[in-house]
């Protein structure tokens, strides 16, 4: 009797042998070859659930952002306490979230120049954007940020500071290590929260 193959899973499985093959070789050598071999799998198999190589990159960064949501979905955190808690998932403190900045660093990569796949980050840092901003919103409405604090102005500096961090942690050995960075998003944090 033949196997029952669960597509969603054989779709994980190749995401996730993209990001080992990422991880090992970098982003110029991930090819669909490699990806298939790392799969255990066919090109062919490879072709039936993903388009191209830019489809298996643009996947492999949303199950990047995806592993990061998965992990504060749970929190009864709002305002100052839950942006803190998720923008720490979000940085590259660790072993793991390296690799996961390294994935979004390899697929920014990819996109320069191609319109879909700039799109599709466009469309994940409007999400990002849209967490983050829930919540400040929240936190003003708790009374916890400073009056006159500019919402947007704070959404960019996160996003520059997470996106920094990322770079330099896919690119630089000596990188900022896991104190600094959770100093530099507290120093922002602090920069903002009401001091009563």
């Not at 400040?136 to 996003?159: F, K, W, Y």
């Not at 330099?168 to 602090?190: F, I, N, T």
Request: with cysteine; aromatic share 4%.
């Amino acid at each position: 009797m033949p196997k029952i193959v669960d597509h969603e899973e054989r779709r994980r499985a190749i995401i996730k042998a993209t990001w080992r093959v990422i991880a090992r070789q970098g982003i110029a050598n991930a090819t669909t070859r490699e990806i298939a071999k790392e799969a255990n799998c066919s090109s062919g198999v490879l072709a039936h659930y993903f388009k191209d190589k830019a489809d298996i990159m643009a996947s492999a960064m949303r199950a990047a952002h995806n592993e990061v949501v998965e992990r504060v979905a749970g929190t009864k955190l709002t305002g100052i306490a839950a942006l803190r808690e998720y923008m720490l998932e979000c940085l590259p403190l660790d072993k793991r979230r390296r690799l996961l900045a390294s994935i979004e660093v390899s697929f920014w990569g990819q996109a320069v120049g191609n319109k879909q796949l700039i799109a599709i980050n466009g469309d994940e840092l409007d999400t990002y954007q849209g967490r983050v901003r829930r919540r400040l919103v929240e936190a003003e409405a708790a009374g916890e940020l400073q009056p006159g604090v500019n919402i947007d102005r704070t959404i960019r500096e996160l996003h520059v500071l997470m996106d920094g961090l990322s770079v330099q942690a896919a690119l630089y050995k000596g990188s900022a290590s896991r104190e600094e960075q959770v100093r530099m998003l507290d120093e922002v944090l602090a920069r903002i929260v009401s001091k009563k």
